[in-house]
């Protein structure tokens, strides 16, 4: 049996950043991928007045994410059907359909429900901290957590980078003078180096990856569009984990799905 992996997040391209890279590797190796996304992303930014309206942005989030999993061999998208919430403190989240305000025994169930169908034995999603702290993304991972104890499964990664390492990458693109990250705080972004598990290295998946991201086209803002080749791969290329539900085998320090009985 091909193993199925099956990675829950909140907003069309959380999962090519964090995750992207595994899971072109994951489909290279046969295994069958499957991505859920909370919402449609629908307040997210628009890059590009041209592509999207405030009205629009939610189908065409839609469109970019099945672009952008094609793009990485999954071609099995699946949406939960909430609105996206915004970041905290702003009117979005007075949205009686934002996923802020569903409650987390609906969200819980309508997992567990993909979760009863797709048996995934790999289960992936955003770290308690939602890398940033956004609102919709500490949401996903609770209730994606709680719908795998409720299922069941062989291994639940958290995804997210690991403190230490996004520190140095913001340091070195201030000491490079690229100011302008356009998140307040970003050394304390990501998950402390203890607590990752797993650290994949993206080669033959890279060029994907990029392609993924690039398809994700309301959400290239002019700071990432600025972003040079080298400082992409660098932050592309290396994906980290923590492995919080299943057992540490020999090779799940570097891959989700090593070491699983096929
Ligand atoms: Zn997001």
Redesign the pocket.
Known sequence: MRPTLVTV???P??ETFGVGGSMAAAVDAGARVVTICATR?EVGEIADPSLATAETLGSVREAELRAACAELGVHDVRFLGYRDSGMEGTPENADPRAFANASDAEVIERIALQFRELRPDVVVTFEPGGVYG?P??KKISRCATAAFDAVGGKRLFYSGPSRSWFAAFIADLKAAGLEGFPFEGAESFGVPDEDITTTVEIGAQLARKKRALAAHRTQINPWLASLKDEWLDRILSRESFGLVRGERVPGTERGLLEGLAG
């Open positions: 997040f909140a907003h391209d959380d992303g956004h919709d993304h």
